[in-house]
């Protein structure tokens, strides 16, 4: 059964750092990692999606990178801003056309101003 | 502009009461799920469908039940067989087969059984 791991749990930091948000799983034959960004009491949105061929993607300020054979994916965010500040869930997808994702338990960031 | 609803935001039941949860989706996706959010916990999967009439639990389904009878709607129904109903359930959608594909969440519903 996969298992998702995203420590800290929490991180606070200064605006302009950059950051890194790491992501550990158990399993590595995953078809996908997706990560995603959960305000408060809202859904989630999802922020960049890595196939399981790729070495990373990039999304304006946003850097997934993923280590599928050593079970690991970082998130770096790039000169940080307080409108950053949520909680980031990184979520491997199941091989085969079952696309089910299996969550970590998030890490909640705040960036200070 | 094309999306997941979920219908209502908040809700309010009494312990032993069935309620219904509503997700629509109007992104003509294949493949939709249902998933509860505790405080400090990961998502949980409950029930997902690939296919009209078709669905299959997921890791958490006791207490539950879905119905998938139109493409754009998957409904859960919280029973009063669910011990501990009171969570945050979001509902998800994606295109079938979907090796590949991201998955899309609605905003929501937060369920309280008092």
């Known amino acids: 059964k996969q298992e998702v791991t995203q420590i800290p749990a929490a991180l606070s930091v200064p605006e302009g750092e950059n950051l890194v948000l790491n992501c550990s799983f158990t399993d590595s034959a995953i078809y996908n990692l997706q990560w995603f960004r959960q305000d408060p009491g809202k859904g989630l949105t999802s922020l960049l999606l890595i196939q399981s061929s790729q070495r990373e993607q990039t999304s304006g300020r946003l850097n997934a990178s993923l280590d599928k054979s050593s079970g690991r994916s970082t998130l770096y965010i790039a000169a940080s801003q307080p409108g950053d500040s949520a909680t980031y869930l990184c979520?491997?997808?199941?091989?085969?056309?079952?696309?089910?994702?299996?969550f970590g338990k998030g890490i909640t960031l705040s960036v200070r101003p | 502009d094309g999306g997941i609803t979920q219908s209502p935001k908040y809700l309010f039941r009494k312990e032993g009461q069935n309620v219904t949860l509503s997700c629509e989706q109007n992104?003509?996706?294949?493949?939709m799920y249902w998933y509860r959010q505790d405080p400090g916990q990961g998502l949980r999967l409950i029930y997902y469908s690939q296919i009209v009439n078709d669905f299959q639990k997921g890791d958490i389904a006791e207490g539950y039940s879905v119905s998938r009878e139109k493409k754009e709607s998957f409904p859960l129904t919280v029973t009063s067989a669910q011990k501990n109903p009171t969570a945050f359930y979001l509902c998800a959608s994606n295109p079938r087969g979907s090796g590949g594909h991201e998955q899309y969440f609605g905003p929501g519903t937060r369920l309280t059984v008092t």
């Open positions: 979520a491997p997808g199941g091989t085969g056309a079952n696309s089910k994702l299996t």
């Open positions: 992104l003509n996706h294949d493949a």
